[in-house]
């Protein structure tokens, strides 16, 4: 890729970040009268950890990576903002995804002034890395790739991937929202390869915890630098770092959950497929399924109409016809087939 400091938004390069008490302390003490604090209602009274590297030592052992290598953010959007924040000049560079995709890359460009190339899959939601990098341009500054992707489900053919990741001098952020679903591993274990590379994963999914926005990006020491430096100083508040360490401390918890989704998916796929549904059934590594109904607009209402809610994606591009089901508990997805069933029969 070209030099960091070629790609950083000059002024962001140049920037001097805020400095907060949290930030120029470090150590033990027995009185804080530093951060204009109140004293009392321990220990929510407190600043929390800017840089949240408690947090990010769990994170490290669970990965396999680096503290420094991490960042820790409100969801996996801030991740999204910062970076075109930071290597994205608004009205001058752009950014490349594909199409259809995870509608935040583009509505973050256009908050920050900045224009989304948008390159379609194949009817299969194939990419092509090839048509991708033609599509970009001397003003292309990141390309965002969902793998698992949303809302096809489908892992990112991992050659094509490659083909980008080899040609691009740019950033590629892929994001692996959905990777605890999927039967290929994350692309972290490809960072020390690719220094242009930034992989954004999430508490949301698999961790059962979307209710207190925790998003992850990993990437090399100096592209976190550049997040760091542009983030809000205290962007996880104190009450979330502390779920999300309870939360990894269940490794347990979270694989009989994961593996109970997955043996669900495959289920809700399998009766999709025969009568009376006879439903073509898109390939998911996700922990939803996209499937084609007929007349999706219809069945969304009806299902309304019986107290379940899914997801419309019939005006979405190459997803005409279709529903984007969420896999949820046994007893979720059976009250979920027997009102499809109520409608086609």
Sequence with gaps: MKNLKDLV????????????????????????????????????????????????????????????AIFVGNGSDEAIDLIIRAFCEPGINNIATISPSYGMYEVAA?????????????????????????????????????????????????????????????????????????????????????????????????????????????????????LNKIKYPYNVNQLTQEYALKVLSDTRRMQEQLKQILNERERLTELFSQSPFNYKIYPSDANFILVEVGDADRMYQTLIGEGVVVRNRNNVTLCKGCLRITIGTPDENEKLLKAMKRLII
């Design 9 to 68: 938004r000059t002024n962001i390069w140049q920037l001097k970040p805020y400095s907060s008490a949290r930030d120029e302390f470090h150590g033990e003490a027995s009185v804080f009268l530093d951060a204009n604090e109140n004293p009392w209602n321990l220990p929510y009274n407190r600043y929390p950890d800017p840089l949240q590297w408690k947090l990010k030592t769990r994170i490290a052992e669970l990965k396999k990576i680096d503290q420094h």
């Design 110 to 226: 256009d908050i920050n002034h900045v224009a989304c190339l948008k390159v379609p899959l194949t009817e299969n939601f194939e990419l092509d890395g090839k048509k991708l990098l033609e599509k970009t341009d001397i003003c292309t500054k990141v390309i965002f790739l969902c793998s698992p992707n949303n809302p096809s489900g489908n892992l990112l053919e991992r050659e094509e991937v490659y083909k980008v990741l080899n040609t691009f001098q740019g950033i590629v952020v892929i994001d692996e929202a959905y990777i605890d679903f999927a039967s290929e591993p994350s692309f972290i274990r490809d960072l020390s390869y690719y220094p242009n590379l930034v992989v954004l994963q999430t508490l949301s999914k698999a961790w059962g915890a979307a209710g207190i926005r925790l998003g992850m990006a990993f990437a090399s020491p100096e592209i976190i630098s550049v």
